[in-house]
């Protein structure tokens, strides 16, 4: 058996969410009264990882922090989420990742400092860790500028050693959607884009021409549509899930907890409509909470959250 069911890369930083009405600065040493905050810890692989190891998967992250106090964030949370986080680096000369998420009702914006961020380096990833694991979930694609090049060759190594992989590019913030994705995006088993990544990408005006255009080039793709749900095509078959209204706190790590549910479903022998399901369900509780984290279900509570949401899975011709 396979130390890891999955690694992960991690774009390893902390979240700082302030939350008001009006979060809009005033600068000349103005000072605005916020509603609350929230800091916890940030990163999509990360949060990511978190919710994978919730769900009883084994899940290892390589990546580095800072030593200071918002990489301990990092580190206690993943820890008592359950994942390894023996393969994290502490680096005194860098400072862990930071973003702050003025979150307004129905909005937000984000100022980040990279730090930590993108400080994996594809040395940090050994052909041994490669092979010990089940699955490669890739994640921040754009963020990890100094792994792009080498996720590549990782998929390559994973799938000789009998593994699968998964990618979520998050939005490229030069809107380039380049950096070698074409040929990552030839050894990935299921893709994980959100509807306007995924347009983005494929280069097409809607979603069922990206999907059609992904469909002899990806086993699976899972697409994440917020409030609507989310649906995966796998072959000529679309499936759809329909969630139902909830209490919205925040929607940070809304999608890497979807990534987490649907591929414990994926790795645990469930068909894809089930998979969704489970993302669905994933996706739906994170957001009733502030941050990526505090609202993910653990394993024992999943069935609870799907009976409450009724996912419902359309298979489409």
């Known amino acids: ?61 390589v990546g580095v922090v800072g030593d ?14 359950g994942v390894d986080i023996s393969l994290v680096k502490i680096d005194p000369n860098i400072e862990t990742g930071l973003s702050v998420h003025l979150q307004e009702p129905g909005d937000r914006s984000i100022l980040t400092h990279l730090g930590s961020i993108e400080a994996a380096k594809p040395e940090d990833v050994s052909e041994d ?29 994973v799938k000789r050693a009998g593994g699968t ?14 950096h070698g994705l074409a040929d990552l995006l030839k050894s990935v088993d299921v893709f994980l884009p959100n509807e306007n990544e995924l347009q983005a990408i494929t280069k097409m005006d809607n979603l069922t021409d990206g999907l059609r255009r992904l469909k002899e080039v990806i086993p699976v793709v899972a697409v994440k549509l917020g409030d609507e749900g989310g649906l995966v095509q796998q072959g000529n078959e679309v499936w759809k899930a329909i969630v139902p209204e909830v209490r919205i706190v925040d929607t940070i790590g809304a999608g890497d907890s979807f990534d987490a549910g649907f591929l414990a479903g994926f790795l ?23 941050g990526g984290t505090a609202g993910q279900p ?7 959250w799907l009976e409450q949401i009724q996912v419902s899975c359309v298979k489409r011709s």
């Not at 990618?167 to 809107?175: F, I, V």
């Not at 022998?269 to 909470?289: E, I, K, R």
């Open 68 to 81: 200071d106090a918002f990489g301990q964030i990092v580190l206690d949370t993943l820890e008592k989420s």
């Open 268 to 290: 645990g022998g469930l068909p894809v409509d089930g998979s969704l399901a489970m993302g669905c369900a994933c996706g739906t509780a994170s957001v009733t909470a502030a």
């Open 1 to 61: 058996m396979k130390q890891y069911d999955i690694l992960t890369v991690g774009d390893l930083c902390a979240d700082l969410v302030l939350m008001g009405e009006d979060l809009v600065p005033g600068f000349g040493q103005e000072e605005k009264l916020i509603d609350g905050y929230a800091l916890r810890m940030g990163g999509s692989c990360s949060i990511f990882a978190c919710q994978a190891a919730k769900l009883g998967m084994r899940v290892g992250i």
């Open 165 to 178: 992989v998964s990618l979520d590019t998050n939005w490229d913030p030069e809107e380039r959607w380049g």
């Open 129 to 157: 860790m490669l092979h010990s694991t089940r699955h490669l979930h890739i994640g921040s694609y754009f963020l990890l500028e100094q792994m792009q090049l080498a996720f590549s060759s990782m998929a390559k190594e």
């Open 298 to 304: 653990r394993k024992a509570e999943l069935n609870k």
